[in-house]
């Protein structure tokens, strides 16, 4: 037996789109919860993404951050250990006059004087300059090597005036009379604790 086809008029249309937009609705409301759970893992997923990659970038930054700070206090460990020892100025006035003999006699150069002037103190930045002065007779292979032992000494020393001129004309024996000045650096007795700032000092 042959089942007779219903036609489809313009009402029996409209009632089966308005059935299947209550079927759509109706599976909507039965599955919101499960598609609103999925959204909300999704959503949620996201914002811990974003969590992880912001606590990383922080973390990196606090790694550099840390790796400067070593690098400042090795660095300001080595500008301390170049600072004269002194605990007044007269003992390190002593300190660099040690030194500027040492380098002397190394080159077989003997100063005919040495004198320590007025240290120029700055409170604010932490630190005093010494100046000694000291004059000789020497070679010019003699006066660069000098100059150059006293930027490269272990303490931190300053050629601050230097005045040179011809004393003997002997060719490769030629003497020079030099009057050089060597500044050295130390901390002020009320500076002990504070952080370096080697540009102010130098």
Do not use: C, W
């Not at 992880?52 to 400042?72: L, P």
């Amino acid at each position: 037996m042959k089942l007779a086809s219903i036609p489809l008029t313009k009402e029996r249309k409209k009632i089966l789109a308005a059935g299947a937009i209550v079927l759509l609705l109706g599976g909507i409301y039965r599955f919101y919860p499960d598609i609103r759970a999925m959204v909300s893992v999704s959503d949620e997923i996201a914002i811990k993404q974003k969590q992880v990659a912001t606590y990383a970038g922080i973390a990196a930054q606090r790694q550099q951050i840390e790796k400067e700070n070593a690098f400042v206090k090795r660095l300001q460990s080595q500008t301390e250990a170049r600072l004269l020892s002194g605990a007044t100025t007269s003992l390190a006035a002593v300190e660099i006059q040690n030194i500027l003999n040492v380098i002397g006699t190394a080159n077989n150069v003997k100063f005919d004087s040495m004198r320590v002037m007025k240290p120029e103190e700055d409170e604010k930045s932490g630190f005093i300059r010494l100046p000694v002065q000291f004059s000789m007779n020497s070679g010019i292979v003699q006066l660069r090597d000098i100059l150059y032992k006293i930027e490269a000494s272990p303490k931190l020393l300053i050629v601050k005036d230097l005045d040179a001129s011809l004393s003997s004309s002997r060719g490769q024996d030629a003497l020079i009379r030099s009057t050089i000045t060597v500044e050295g650096i130390m901390r002020h007795a009320g500076a002990k604790n504070k952080p370096l700032s080697p540009k102010k000092a130098g």
